[in-house]
Each structure stands twice: as C-alpha cells, then as structure tokens.
C-alpha cells in the first residue's frame, strides 16, 4: 500500500502544472504518439469502443476521439488531478474519464475493441498486473513504451551522472526491444504488429543542439542502431492467443 500511496502522491504533483502538461502532452500525442497507433493498428476497421489505460491528463484520449479512432472513449488514471482537468477541459459525448486503482472493477465498461496504454507500463512497479487486467478487457491491446535499457544510459547510470531511479517522470522499468516483446508474449499475447521510432531528435522540449546531433546519428545509423545507443520509442499491437482468448469467452 506505501507503494500505491507513493505513487499517486508523486502523479498528483506530476499533473499539477496543467498548462506545462498540456503543451507537452498535445506536441506527443500529435506527432508522436498517435501517429505511431495508427502505425500498428493499420487498415483494419477503426475501433468503436476503447479504453486508454493510464490516460495521464487526456490529451491523447482526446486526440484519438479527435480522429475517429473510437465513438466511445473511456479514459481511466490514477491521478485525481490529472482526470479532474481531462473531465473539465475534454470530456465531451463519448470521451469520458474516470479514476483508478488497483481496487476499481473496469470489466462493467463491458466488450471493448482496444486497450490503448501509452507510456504507462514503464511507471508501474507491478506491470504485468496491469498487463493481465488489459488483456482480459480488449480484443485487442496497443502498447508504447520508452526503449532505455541502451548504451548512453546504461553509461551514465553506471558512472553515476544519472541514476535510473531518480528521472523525474516516474520510469521505474527500462526495456530492450527484445526484452519488451518477451514481456508482453509472456502474458500470453501475440505481437501482431510493430514500430519502433526515435522521438527526442524531433521533441521541441530538447536543446536546439542536442536536437541536430540526435538526428544526425539517427540518419546516419538508422532507428535500430540507433536504438542501442540512445532511447527510442517502441509501440506493439497485441492480442491474446486462442486459448487465452477462447478461454476469456467461455469465462
């Protein structure tokens, strides 16, 4: 529970600069993180019915409802904050948001076509509960997380310049490609589709320079080398195996 409690406390600070969160939340939703859903999702029919796990202040639930993808939209976090402003700001037919916990019962939102979680099982300290709980919820599970188990990081946490534990968005698990797509066939998902994509050479919130010298090497080296060097960013469309899923219907 003092791992429960200290996270949400963190998360309520977190949101609490709406108008800072806002701004960088739209800039990720629009360039990055929307596009790479559609990216995996592909041609297939856009869904009716989703759910964005872990929803943050809702900008990128909004900007999916925006878009078509999903008629009806619930948003679910555990921050109080950060829901209390997606519900004033953008909730509208269709769109809503609600707060979670561990103790909130999500199947009463019924058969949903997608789970949507997007730079979310990075925080948890318990991911593959999380997991578990969206595989039983969705047809279908789309899935982004930062790729930081890589060489620039490993170095500067070894030579202690920048702890792992102390970033100060909340990451607490830092994945390989390789060991990402492990964890998610673990939980009895199949990975059906995938994209992997080099976001900070291109975020406005980095320095100018830093900015030219991450794109440089991402044109020179390719987002795979790349991607052992520096973070990327690597989203999944999964969804169970027949048997898990044959077994979910029956159940």
């Not at 949400?8 to 790479?36: C, I, N």
């Not at 789309?142 to 702890?163: Q, Y």
Request: charged share 20%; proline share 6%.
């Amino acid at each position: 529970m003092a791992d429960v409690d200290a996270s949400a406390s963190f998360y309520e600070r977190f949101w609490a600069d709406a108008g800072y969160t806002f701004d960088f939340a739209l800039h990720a939703a629009v360039h990055a993180r929307f596009p790479a859903i559609l990216k995996v999702w592909g041609s297939m029919l856009a869904p009716e019915r989703v759910l964005d796990f872990g929803c943050g202040n809702g900008v990128l639930t909004y900007w999916m409802h925006c878009n078509g993808f999903g008629k009806d939209i619930v948003g679910v976090d555990i921050s109080a904050t950060a829901i209390a402003f997606a519900t004033r700001q953008l909730a509208r037919p269709g769109l809503t948001f609600q707060t979670f916990s561990d103790d909130v019962d999500l199947s009463g939102l019924g058969p949903l076509d997608v789970v949507t979680a997007s730079h979310v099982l990075e925080h948890l300290t318990n991911p593959q509960q999380a997991l578990a709980r969206m595989a039983a919820l969705g047809e279908w599970l789309v899935l982004e997380v930062p790729l930081e188990d890589c060489l620039v990081p490993r170095l500067a946490s070894a030579l202690g310049l920048k702890p792992r534990a102390r970033n100060p968005v909340g990451h607490v698990n830092f994945w390989t490609l390789r060991d990402f797509r492990a964890f998610v066939e673990s939980a009895g998902l199949i990975v059906v589709r995938d994209f992997q994509y080099a976001a900070a050479p291109f975020a406005p919130s980095q320095p100018w320079f830093k900015r030219i010298v991450e794109r440089a090497a991402l044109g020179v080296l390719g987002v795979r080398l790349y991607g052992r060097l520096l973070a990327t960013h690597y989203a999944v469309l999964a969804r169970p195996r027949p048997s898990v899923a044959t077994a979910r219907a029956r159940g």
